[in-house]
């Protein structure tokens, strides 16, 4: 890295932070929320001490952050926090109940959570699916449905109709890699069945119902951006491991690049979220000084440079989607955030066409099967009262935000943070 000390990015990069439904809002009724109670679940739970450790409350969705009704509030958190984007998701199960069968209410809702984003300066940034299904869907096969893809097609139809008016950028499906590899490889999630057929077979679903979607989109509003928010993950080799090289190129081809290829053809944008860097080199490598979040996750910021490095081939504009890290003490968070916007910065210089960064997350909340103890959020919220309450990262990022930029000047106001 060389010593500058101004990262200004290009006008109109888009500032912000990123939520699924499931995980704020409260109140959903889903294959993930019939799971959290399931027998099979706790059992599992028990098996690991997870309960004892973190109390049965902390792995049950529940009300969530409560984001459902105090979305309004929130976004003028996120406004007052210098960001101009945020990307929220839509709730299948809240718009399609039963099947075929829409609700209207629920459509209003988020047609008034959009108002409320652009009321309060906020590019907003629309998931169509972020992972849980509705419980019909579920107990047709799930994504393991050979209909699945017309069915998610008819659901992207509806929205489109209603809210299509309203928004410019679409991410259709959220971190396809993850979601069938921790259901079907690991069998840590819903339906919590390792097999590797059912896994081939829902990769396979979600790329057709991506396409299906996007065709449907692109057809009512031409000059809707879409995408997918891709978990890209930075596999390093060391140069002297021959075994290293075999296992990234594998690894890249398979996990980073297979489906954002397959789509090639049907995507405006890249959406990347980013959270990995994956040694694939021999145990006895040379050891660095390493840091972790709360999760044990490897904080490594230059990752972020390799991962949009190597999304060039795909000649499309990137928006980072997700990045970010648990760290309830807040004392890793402004560190990794400036440090990352370097590599970002640095990424930009050598062309690759980078047009936006939101934080994963906007909010502490439910993060799948660890529960609520993860706290991502640059907003903090007691989970008692609900109260929010921006941490210290918050002002950082505004300032950022505000700034366009990390500046000298920034980084000396904020040296005790970093
Ligand atoms: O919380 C998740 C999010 O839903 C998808 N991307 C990764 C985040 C952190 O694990």
């Known amino acids: ?8 990015f290009p006008r109109r990069f888009f500032w912000g932070a990123s939520t699924a439904a499931h995980q704020v809002e ?110 019909w869907l579920r107990d047709k096969g799930g994504w393991n449905s050979k209909d699945a ?32 590899a921790e259901s079907f490889l690991l069998g840590e999630w819903p339906p919590q069945k390792i097999n590797p057929f059912s896994y081939l077979k829902v990769f396979h679903n979600l790329i057709k119902a991506h396409i299906a979607a996007y065709k449907i989109i692109k057809k009512k509003h031409p000059a809707a951006q879409i995408g997918i928010a891709s978990h890209n993950m930075h596999f390093d080799a060391s140069r002297r491991s021959l075994t290293g090289h075999i296992f990234k190129a594998a690894a890249d081809w398979w996990w980073n690049f297979y489906f954002l290829g397959r789509i090639s053809d049907y995507q405006d944008f890249i959406g990347l979220n980013h959270y990995f860097h994956k040694k694939m080199d021999h145990w006895w490598s040379k050891k660095e000084k390493e840091i972790f979040s709360d999760m044990g996750w490897r904080l490594h910021p230059e990752s972020m440079y390799h991962v949009l490095m190597d999304l060039r081939r795909f000649g499309k504009p990137i928006y980072i989607t997700e990045n970010g890290l648990a760290d309830a003490g807040d004392i890793k968070r402004p560190w990794f955030i400036v440090e990352t916007l370097k590599q970002v910065h640095r990424a930009i210089e050598n062309g690759v066409d980078v047009r936006g960064y939101l ?57 005790n943070l970093l």
């Not at 060389?2 to 200004?8: A, M, P, Q, S, V």
């Not at 509806?158 to 679409?170: A, E, P, Q």
């Open 26 to 135: 409260g109140g959903t009724t889903n294959d993930w929320s019939e799971w959290e109670k399931s027998e099979k679940r706790l059992k599992h739970l028990k098996k690991l001490k997870l309960i004892e450790q973190y109390g049965e409350d902390n792995f049950i969705s529940g009300m969530g952050t409560g984001h459902y009704t105090r979305f309004d509030g929130d976004f003028k958190m996120a406004k007052e926090m210098g960001h101009n984007a945020t990307r929220f998701s839509l709730e299948w199960s809240r718009i399609e109940p039963e099947e075929g069968k829409f609700n209207e209410k629920e459509l209003e809702h988020y047609h008034d959570v959009i108002r409320s984003a652009r009321r309060n300066g906020l590019e907003p940034f629309v998931t169509i699916w972020h992972w849980p299904i509705p419980l």
């Open 359 to 415: 934080h994963w997350s906007l909010l502490d909340n439910f993060e799948w099967g660890e529960g609520f103890w993860p706290r991502f959020g640059l907003i903090e919220i007691d989970y008692r009262t609900l109260e929010r309450k921006m941490r210290p990262s918050a002002h950082l990022y505004r300032d950022i935000c505000l700034r366009n930029g990390v500046t000298e000047e920034l980084v000396e106001r904020y040296k």
């Open 1 to 8: 890295m060389n010593n500058r000390k101004e990262f200004i």
């Open 149 to 180: 893809p017309k069915y998610f097609a008819r659901y992207a139809e509806r929205v489109i109709g209603v809210l299509g008016g309203d928004v410019k950028f679409w991410i259709t499906l959220n971190e396809p890699q993850v979601y069938t």
